[in-house]
């Protein structure tokens, strides 16, 4: 199983962390499994920027993102090459880090 690291988020794993999931699970299902609570307004829908993400390492182990989620990213805080919506970027077999954005464009926080 490959792992995902997570670089230190101060809301949402202040002391980082490393997880592992199965291949074909995307981040953000892998994130909210080991009580990392991104947030994901849409439910993982393809339908919001809030679950966004920027790949450190293991970026090209990804499956590429589609149309819609390239037209999200446009709209997203702190776009970076790198960037995904995690609720769409799939796992391989390889390891990858992530570092979860400082800021979302979420305008109504909730807590899912």
Do not use: F
Not at 11 to 37: F, H, M, R, V, W
Not at 97 to 109: G, R
């Amino acid at each position: 199983m490959p792992i995902i690291k997570i670089l230190p988020h101060a809301e949402y794993c202040p002391q980082g962390a490393e997880i592992s999931a199965p291949a074909g699970t995307s981040i953000c299902e892998a994130l909210l499994d080991n009580k990392i609570n991104i947030e994901h307004a849409c439910d993982m829908s393809c339908a919001c920027t809030t679950c966004h993400v920027i790949v450190r390492e293991g970026y090209q182990s990804l499956n590429d993102a589609e149309e819609e989620e390239e037209d999200l990213l446009d709209r997203a805080w702190g776009l970076e090459p790198q960037s995904r919506l995690s609720c769409q970027a799939i796992l391989a077999q390889k390891d990858v880090t992530v570092e979860i954005p400082k800021y979302s464009l979420n305008h109504a926080k909730e807590n899912h």
